[in-house]
Nanobody, 127 residues
Framework: QLQLVESGGGVVGAGGSLRLSCAASGDSLSFYGVAWFRQAPGKEREGIICISGSGYHHDYLDSMKDRLTISRSNAAKMVTLQMNNLEPDDTAVYYC????????????????????WGRGTQVTVSS
């Protein structure tokens, strides 16, 4: 099982950018699909995007998909999420999660269990 630590959150003005990182330890990252989720106060957690070991990704959140770039380095055990043109509605705690195998599709991810989770990093976008 992987241990995950997110970093890169912070406070940014509307239209700004942030790069989130998810550092993994404990196992080879190559075998895992890694996803990003977010949860805003008073709202349900929502999936954003997932990248498989091969680098193929699934977008889960329409409101962000054109503003994101996801990448991974299996050697460095790192997944990076570049977020551009941020909006105040993007304010949330962002989490990375991992599970052995391929990423679930957009149709399946809500019922999919990711076994490893980080503790999250706060992203605040001011208007």
């Amino acid at each position: 099982q992987l241990q995950l630590v997110e970093s890169g959150g912070g406070v940014v003005g509307a239209g700004g950018s942030l790069r989130l990182s998810c550092a993994a330890s404990g196992d080879s990252l190559s075998f895992y699909g890694v996803a990003w989720f977010r949860q805003a106060p008073g709202k349900e957690r929502e999936g954003i995007i997932c990248i498989s070991g091969s680098g193929y990704h699934h977008d889960y959140l329409d409101s962000m998909k054109d503003r994101l770039t996801i990448s991974r380095s299996n050697a460095a055990k790192m997944v990076t999420l570049q977020m551009n043109n941020l909006e105040p509605d993007d304010t949330a705690v962002y989490y990375c999660a991992a599970e052995l195998g391929l990423c679930p599709t957009r149709a399946d991810y809500r019922g999919y269990r990711f076994s490893s989770w980080g503790r999250g990093t706060q992203v605040t976008v001011s208007s």
